[in-house]
């Protein structure tokens, strides 16, 4: 957020954000644009890349899915068995573990 303040103000105007960021990266070179900005920059795109890598990764995962069914059928057998292991001691409904699953398979 501060590289993009201090490419508006050597810029002199408000431009979209996107045209701000793309200005920001080739302000490296520019004295003012320090190694905390570059962090922040690094650390935005880093966590851009893992977003569109896990939609992709879910993507082949679907995939896969509808190709080789018995497979499919394994893991989600195993993962419903480590599941139940983990919370029966808290005898939570099957309706419940796989509301976990779904979860789990949309957040991580």
Known sequence: MIAIRQAVKLTGAAKPIAAV??????????????EHEKTIEDLYFTKEDQRLLGKILNKVKAQS???????AEGIKAAEVNAVK???SKYNISEEDV???LK???THY
């Open 98 to 100: 796989s509301f976990l």
């Open 85 to 87: 292991g983990l919370v």
């Open 21 to 34: 960021a793309q200005r920001s990266m080739t302000l490296s070179g520019v004295k003012g644009f320090s």
């Open 65 to 71: 899915d509808v190709a080789d069914k018995t497979i």
């Open 103 to 105: 979860w789990k398979h």
